[in-house]
């Protein structure tokens, strides 16, 4: 059985298929969730493979999904992910009453250097505002970053060319550049 298979015989009311589920999608899940995580402090409370069992639980339980193949998950992966390390970084934030939330560096830069990093909630807050001017740049960025997709990939889900995805991809890193480290 491959991931779409699976997908569509959970989808249909074969509860059992999330266990077959499992194997085809976890090495991809755990590889991004790792990269996330790699800006993270060495005690962060949530490791990697919290962070993909919370998500997978998250869309094994969404039944109002209408899976469209192994892409599609991986793009719904992307928004879960980033909605629990959003989260997770809110909690942590509370709970310190805001002091020294830790950066999580992004997987192709966003940012110009190599140097800086970026936090969740700084990212989360940046994307929300950009969705509000190019809701598409903004998924872009989360189909990219938070789901880990090709740009081929990402221009699927969206219905869109592979160049326009680039050039999308291009001027939103541009914006978040500008709007995370307006000092560069």
Same mark, same amino acid.
């Given at each position: 059985?491959?991931?779409?298979?699976?997908?569509?015989?959970?989808?249909?009311?074969?509860h059992?298929?999330?266990?077959? /589920?499992v194997?085809?999608?976890?090495?991809?899940?755990?590889?991004?969730?790792?990269?996330?995580?790699q800006?993270?402090?060495?005690?962060?409370?949530?490791r990697? @493979?919290?962070?993909?069992?919370?998500?997978?639980?998250?869309l094994?339980?969404?039944?109002r999904?209408?899976?469209q193949?192994?892409?599609?998950?991986?793009?719904?992966?992307?928004?879960?992910?980033?909605?629990?390390?959003?989260?997770?970084?809110?909690?942590?934030?509370?709970?310190k009453?805001?002091?020294? %939330?830790r950066?999580?560096?992004?997987?192709e830069?966003?940012?110009?250097?190599?140097?800086?990093? =970026?936090?969740?909630?700084?990212?989360?807050?940046a994307?929300?505002?950009?969705?509000t /001017? @190019?809701?598409?740049?903004?998924?872009?960025?989360?189909?990219?970053?938070?789901?880990? =997709?090709?740009?081929?990939?990402?221009?699927?889900?969206?219905?869109? @060319?592979?160049?326009?995805?680039?050039? %999308?991809?291009?001027?939103?890193?541009?914006? =978040?550049?500008?709007e995370?480290?307006?000092?560069?």
């Amino acid at each position: 059985m491959d991931t779409t298979d699976a997908l569509e015989s959970h989808a249909a009311g074969r509860h059992d298929a999330a266990s077959e /589920l499992v194997p085809l999608v976890y090495d991809r899940l755990r590889a991004l969730a790792g990269r996330y995580m790699q800006g993270e402090r060495a005690d962060h409370s949530l490791r990697p @493979s919290d962070l993909v069992h919370e998500a997978f639980l998250r869309l094994i339980d969404t039944s109002r999904v209408s899976w469209q193949g192994k892409t599609h998950f991986f793009a719904v992966s992307a928004r879960q992910m980033r909605r629990i390390l959003v989260e997770h970084a809110r909690a942590r934030k509370a709970a310190k009453r805001g002091a020294g %939330d830790r950066p999580v560096t992004l997987i192709e830069s966003i940012v110009p250097s190599p140097g800086p990093s =970026l936090d969740v909630l700084a990212l989360d807050e940046a994307l929300t505002k950009l969705e509000t /001017l @190019s809701p598409r740049q903004s998924r872009v960025v989360e189909l990219r970053f938070f789901g880990g =997709l090709t740009i081929r990939e990402a221009a699927h889900v969206l219905g869109i @060319s592979e160049k326009t995805l680039t050039l %999308d991809w291009r001027v939103a890193r541009a914006w =978040l550049s500008r709007e995370l480290h307006p000092e560069i």
